[in-house]
Nanobody, 127 residues
Framework: QVQLVESGGGLVQAGGSLRLSCAAS????????MGWFRQARQAPGKEREF???????????WSADSVKGRFTISRDNAKNTVFLQMNSLKPEDTADYYC?????????????????WGQGTQVTVSS
């Protein structure tokens, strides 16, 4: 089993940037497909929204249309860490951001497709 811990969240003005990190322990990160999801704090009952995903080797990535061209997912398997670089942030990007690990690629863009989750990190974008 892998444990995931996110960091890097915070308060930023619209147009600014943040880089989220997700550090893994317990199992080698290269075993897993990795994803980032988010959940708006005012919608706790809704399924977490897909943001981005990356293959085990990092050779392919996917991004939600809402973040395409602004957010970039990457990974460093040697450091057991996944990153989410967020640029040109907008107030609607405000949410709790979660990294997640999946043992397969069958449902990359949906929360139920992932098996392990971190506790999340808060991102607040002010207008």
């Amino acid at each position: 089993q892998v444990q995931l811990v996110e960091s890097g969240g915070g308060l930023v003005q619209a147009g600014g940037s943040l880089r989220l990190s997700c550090a893994a322990s317990g199992r080698t990160l290269s075993r897993y497909v990795m994803g980032w999801f988010r959940q708006a704090r005012q919608a706790p009952g809704k399924e977490r929204e897909f943001v981005a995903a990356i293959t085990r080797s990092g050779d392919r990535t996917w991004s939600a249309d809402s973040v395409k061209g602004r957010f970039t997912i990457s990974r460093d398997n040697a450091k057991n860490t996944v990153f989410l670089q967020m640029n040109s942030l907008k107030p609607e990007d405000t949410a709790d951001y979660y990294c997640a690990a999946s043992i397969d690629m069958s449902r990359l863009t949906t929360a139920p497709g992932y098996h392990y989750w971190g506790q999340g990190t808060q991102v607040t974008v002010s207008s």
